[in-house]
Every structure is written in structure tokens, then in C-alpha cells.
């Protein structure tokens, strides 16, 4: 079985400050991991996705995401952040034989930019 | 459609009532999934379609949850005998087969009063 820990569930930052949203997972198996972001009253967007390769992932709204093994982490990183960035951010962890399915979700990081 | 599509978007209904919850894929997608989202929490997988046939329905709490997908594209979440607990955003997700990108819709939030 695979489980999602993200570990600050609120996340209060300056606008055009740098921020990071921490996950860690555990899974017996190879993983892909992703994140989404959840606007208010809005469904889930993919953020990035790491499946194999380089371990620094580059997503959309110049965010970024690092994945170690070693650690069994996959933080959340954007160098400076905008009003627009408040939202629900939620990592999430599937078995690489099972693709894209079956996605297992953290409890999720609301981050909070005030100006 | 431009993405995936969910009726309706809010449903109230009563203790003990039948509900049943629609989700319209991106056209072409084989893959669909259903998850919940209970306030506060992240959504939690219940059941996955690949075409007509439920692949993996593990995450259905219990006999009173059911879905369909006969025609290998629109789905229906289906919910007897709702109690208070099912209360909770109901997401549904497709993708082009199990092991490309999930698009969500913007779910269906249902109330159980």
C-alpha cells in the first residue's frame, strides 16, 4: 500500500517570496508522483509529474519539484510566488504498473499568499 | 467537450434518497476514474473504468455505491440509501489510457441532510 504525508497543512508566504510544500511518501513499489492544484470551487490541474528521468521536474506557473529517492520525497518549490498561487496543493502517488490510475492523495497544503 | 463534465455540479438530497451523479469524459478518453473528497481531506480513488468495465473497483466503500459506464464513455455514480457521511465532493477524472495524464472535472458536491 501507498501513502502521502504533507507535512505543513497551511502555508502562509509573501507575495514574491519564495516557497516550498513539503510531501513525503512511502510505497513498497516504484512510484510516478504528481502535483495538483485545486482553485476555490474548482476541480484538480496538474501542476507537473514525475515518471522517470532527471529527478527535477518543471512544471506549469514556474513551479518546480525535486524527487530523492533516498529521502522518499518530492517537494514543491516556485523561486517567487503571486496572489494567484492561493490555492489547495495536493501531491499524489500512483504504482508505476498501474499508470496514471488509482491515484493516492495527500491531505493537501493550502497555500496562502498575502501582498 | 473541451474537458470533463460533471451534473449536476451541487445535489442535496435526503437522508435514505437515491442520487446519482454524472460525469462526461473528454472525448476519446478510455480511461475514467471516480474519487471523493471529503472536506478538508484529499480526494480518495473510489472505482476505474478502462472502456465499459470496471477495472478496479477496491475503492467503493461499501454495497451502496455503484457506477456504470455502459457505452465506454459517459459514466453514472450511483448512491442507494444515502446517509450523512457521503456527504462530500465527488470528482471524476479521465485519461487517454491508464498511464497518461487524469483531467478532472469540477465535481459534484452532494449534501445528504
Known amino acids: 500500500a501507498q501513502s502521502v504525508t504533507q507535512l505543513d497543512s497551511q502555508v502562509p508566504v509573501f507575495e514574491e517570496a519564495p516557497v516550498e510544500l513539503r510531501c513525503n511518501y512511502s510505497s513498497s513499489v516504484s512510484v510516478y508522483l504528481f502535483w495538483y492544484v485545486q482553485y476555490p470551487n474548482q476541480g484538480l490541474q496538474l501542476l507537473l509529474k514525475y515518471l522517470s528521468g532527471s529527478t527535477l521536474v518543471k512544471g506549469i506557473n514556474g513551479f518546480e519539484a525535486e524527487f530523492n529517492k533516498s529521502q522518499t520525497s518530492f517537494h514543491l518549490r516556485k523561486p517567487s510566488v503571486h496572489i494567484s498561487d492561493t490555492a489547495e496543493y495536493f501531491c499524489a502517488v500512483s504504482d508505476q504498473w498501474k499508470g496514471a490510475q488509482k491515484l493516492v492523495f495527500g491531505q493537501g497544503t493550502r497555500l496562502t499568499i498575502n501582498p | 467537450g473541451a474537458g470533463v463534465s460533471q451534473t449536476p455540479s451541487n445535489k442535496v438530497t435526503e437522508k435514505g434518497k437515491y442520487v446519482e451523479l454524472r460525469c462526461d469524459p473528454i472525448s476519446g478518453h478510455t480511461a475514467l476514474y471516480w474519487y471523493r473528497q471529503s472536506l478538508g481531506q484529499g480526494p480518495e480513488f473510489l472505482i476505474y473504468?478502462?472502456?465499459?468495465?470496471?477495472?478496479?473497483d477496491s475503492g467503493l466503500p461499501n454495497d451502496r455505491f455503484f457506477a456504470v459506464r455502459p457505452e465506454g464513455s459517459v459514466s453514472t455514480l450511483k448512491i442507494q440509501r444515502t446517509e450523512r457521511g457521503d456527504s462530500a465532493m465527488y470528482l471524476c477524472?479521465?485519461?487517454?489510457?491508464?498511464?497518461?495524464?487524469?483531467?478532472f472535472g469540477q465535481g459534484t458536491r452532494l449534501t445528504v441532510v
Open positions: 477524472a479521465s485519461s487517454w489510457d491508464r498511464g497518461s495524464e487524469a483531467f
Open positions: 473504468f478502462q472502456g465499459t468495465g470496471a477495472a478496479d
